[in-house]
């Protein structure tokens, strides 16, 4: 008597007599992509004992989907005495050719995974920081060097390297910031028009993008722009072993590759920096003029006793302070990159990350210090 194995209310495509299990039906990837089936037929496989002769002459569609659910419930063996049709066979040898691994059992710990992925995030966190002091503390000893024998210094590269820091980078700093300016300044003015302060945005403005905005706009362009392009090259040099070339000539990493482009961010850096502030100011104040009817001339004449000259000297701190984290940064990881493609890539994503990550940091911790020191 033949008895038809059932899960759920519906019947399965699995039948089995004394010493035979019938399979018939569509086992493709169609008939089992529906939810929960493939679970459904291997329960009924797992009733089947297993002391039985396999029938698969009755199936209609068998494809390496199905093949492969009957390969895994036989242990991968064909068992003794199975009828298979000839394409049957085939598609079987192929499974037995190509294995396919189990998939991995379930693990309680995989629950707690997380704290493995912050562990090893942490550990290579402190891994950079303590490759970037070490080689902060090699770019002093260069400068140094450089110091005490100017004559035999990279300005060759000083100065290029100022040229495509720099002077390459005045138009789209010029252009962010005459639109931040004019954005700042439209915002500004609606709001000191409803209390009827709008000879206060001089201040405002002045203060806000000297102090503050200037330089972080100006830090994150060059690290998005100077700093991907410092860590590519570099990285270029990695790829082609051109590095590997350096040091077998005993030509310094740090004197000719790190030393000058710190060098050039940490003077390019702060003129960038009254160059975006030039530039936002020159847009706000447009913006006032219409927004607010304030006359450009009379904003102009207000604008030094705004400021105040220890709002520019901050700012030229931060643009220092920025120009060296930037440069150090692209350096430290353009001399990390693996001598492949795809590690140039992730490279230079992750220089500019952590630069512009630096920058709002460094920031941060000098709002902090100057308004201990009521600054």
């Known amino acids: 008597m033949v008895k038809s194995l059932k899960s759920d209310e519906s019947a399965l495509p699995v039948s089995q007599s004394a010493g035979l299990c019938r399979l018939s039906g569509d086992w493709n990837v169609q008939a089992l992509s529906l939810r929960g089936e493939v679970a459904r037929r291997r329960v009924a496989l797992q009733a089947v004992g297993t002391a039985v002769k396999w029938d698969l002459s009755c199936i209609n569609r068998l494809d390496a989907v199905g093949a492969q659910v009957l390969w895994q419930y036989w242990g991968q063996v064909i068992p003794t005495g199975t009828e298979l049709s000839a394409g049957q066979q085939a598609l079987f040898k192929i499974l037995a050719e190509h294995p396919v691994a189990a998939a991995p059992a379930p693990n309680a710990t995989q629950w707690f995974g997380w704290i493995g992925t912050l562990g090893q995030g942490l550990l290579t966190t402190f891994d950079h920081g303590r490759m970037l002091l070490v080689l902060l503390g090699s770019l002093l000893f260069n400068f140094v060097s450089f110091v005490a024998r100017p004559l035999r210094g990279p300005w060759r590269e000083i100065s290029a390297q100022i040229f495509r820091t720099g002077a390459q980078a005045l138009g789209i700093t010029a252009l962010v910031g005459f639109l931040i300016?004019?954005?700042?300044?439209?915002?500004?003015?609606?709001?000191?028009?409803?209390?009827?302060?709008?000879?206060?945005?001089?201040?405002?403005?002045?203060?806000?993008?000297?102090?503050?905005?200037?330089?972080?706009?100006?830090?994150?362009?060059?690290?998005?722009?100077?700093?991907?392009?410092?860590?590519?090259?570099?990285?270029?040099?990695?790829?082609?072993?051109?590095?590997?070339?350096?040091?077998?000539?005993?030509?310094?990493?740090?004197?000719?590759?790190?030393?000058?482009?710190?060098?050039?961010?940490?003077?390019?850096?702060?003129?960038?920096?009254?160059?975006?502030?030039?530039?936002?100011?020159?847009?706000?104040?447009?913006?006032?003029?219409?927004?607010?009817?304030?006359?450009?001339?009379?904003?102009?004449?207000?604008?030094?006793?705004?400021?105040?000259?220890?709002?520019?000297?901050?700012?030229?701190?931060?643009?220092?302070?920025?120009?060296?984290?930037?440069?150090?940064?692209?350096?430290?990881?353009?001399?990390?990159?693996?001598?492949?493609?795809?590690?140039?890539?992730?490279?230079?994503?992750?220089?500019?990350?952590?630069?512009?990550?630096?920058?709002?940091?460094?920031?941060?911790?000098?709002?902090?210090?100057?308004?201990?020191?009521?600054?």
């Open 181 to 375: 300016g004019i954005v700042l300044s439209y915002l500004s003015a609606q709001q000191l028009a409803v209390f009827g302060a709008g000879q206060f945005i001089v201040k405002l403005l002045g203060v806000a993008i000297v102090r503050e905005l200037g330089p972080v706009l100006a830090a994150i362009l060059v690290a998005g722009r100077s700093g991907s392009s410092i860590t590519a090259q570099i990285g270029v040099m990695r790829v082609t072993q051109e590095l590997d070339a350096m040091a077998v000539m005993g030509i310094s990493e740090g004197q000719r590759l790190i030393l000058p482009r710190v060098l050039a961010l940490a003077l390019t850096m702060p003129l960038l920096v009254i160059w975006t502030d030039a530039m936002a100011l020159i847009g706000g104040m447009l913006a006032a003029k219409f927004q607010l009817g304030l006359s450009v001339v009379w904003f102009a004449e207000r604008l030094p006793d705004a400021i105040g000259i220890k709002n520019y000297w901050i700012g030229m701190i931060k643009g220092v302070t920025f120009g060296v984290w930037i440069a150090l940064v692209a350096c430290h990881f353009g001399l990390r990159i693996e001598p492949n493609t795809e590690s140039l890539g992730k490279g230079t994503t992750a220089s500019v990350v952590t630069a512009i990550t630096g920058v709002i940091l460094i920031d941060a911790i000098y709002a902090i210090i100057f308004n201990e020191m009521n600054i």
